[in-house]
T-cell receptor
Framework: ETGVTQTPRHLVMGMTNKKSLKCEQH?????MYWYKQSAKKPLELMFV???????ENNSVPSRFSPECPNSSHLFLHLHTLQPEDSALYLC?????????????FGPGTRLTVT | EDKVVQSPLSLVVHEGDTVTLNCSYE??????LLWYKQEKKAPTFLFML????IEKKSGRLSSILDKKELFSILNITATQTGDSAIYLC??????????????FGKGTKLSVKP
């Protein structure tokens, strides 16, 4: 399997649930990203990991908790979410160390919080 | 504050028309400007521009960057219904101590009617 994969593709959860989003990249990249895409808003960068180390946290609420066990896998743990957290969550990867800023995106997880 | 502004936000044309999408930016540590096409879920990479005045071309799509005036345009000639999508502009640089981060515009939603 090639590229960036994300599971699940769709998720409906209640505000008291705990769930996790998974992202996996098969491109040999060393940087991985979580983005949130809401209607009529730009893609919002949430977290950045370089070589498994978190290098950026864009003031994301603590109900979103990332985990990067290795350079190929990235998780986003969700708990006690709010309805306004409903959005498309995109994972991406890149290899910035080679001077390339091109990010490859996964298909996203459509999250609905009820 | 770093920002990327795209215009128009939406555009409706007929097949065969030529369209020009605009992207202006105000960022520090600019390194590259990227265009993506987002049809359903995952944004797919179109172009990366780093030098002024050098046109990048792929089929009916072309793009150019003006680093003096801080903008880029994406041209699509002889549009087809398959060109209907959201076109995202992003600027890459060294933000927050992390190379490779991208700042995205809101996107231009292009609809091509038969």
């Amino acid at each position: 399997e090639t590229g960036v994969t994300q599971t699940p593709r769709h998720l409906v959860m209640g505000m008291t649930n705990k769930k996790s989003l998974k992202c996996e990249q098969h491109l040999g990249h060393n940087a991985m990203y979580w983005y949130k895409q809401s209607a009529k808003k730009p893609l919002e960068l949430m977290f950045v990991y370089n070589f498994k180390e978190q290098t950026e946290n864009n003031s994301v609420p603590s109900r979103f908790s990332p985990e990067c066990p290795n350079s190929s896998h990235l998780f986003l743990h969700l708990h006690t979410l709010q309805p306004e957290d409903s959005a498309l969550y995109l994972c991406a990867s890149s290899h910035p160390g080679q001077g390339s800023y091109e990010q490859y995106f996964g298909p996203g997880t459509r999250l609905t919080v009820t | 504050e770093d920002k990327v502004v795209q215009s128009p936000l939406s555009l409706v044309v007929h097949e065969g028309d030529t369209v020009t999408l605009n992207c202006s930016y105000e960022v520090t540590n600019f390194r590259s400007l990227l265009w993506y096409k987002q049809e359903k879920k995952a944004p797919t990479f179109l172009f990366m521009l780093t030098s002024s005045g050098i046109e990048k071309k792929s089929g009916r799509l072309s793009s150019i960057l003006d680093k003096k005036e801080l903008f880029s345009i994406l041209n699509i000639t002889a549009t087809q219904t398959g060109d209907s999508a959201i076109y995202l502009c992003a600027v890459g640089g060294n933000y927050g101590g992390s190379q490779g981060n991208l700042i995205f515009g809101k996107g231009t939603k292009l609809s091509v009617k038969p």
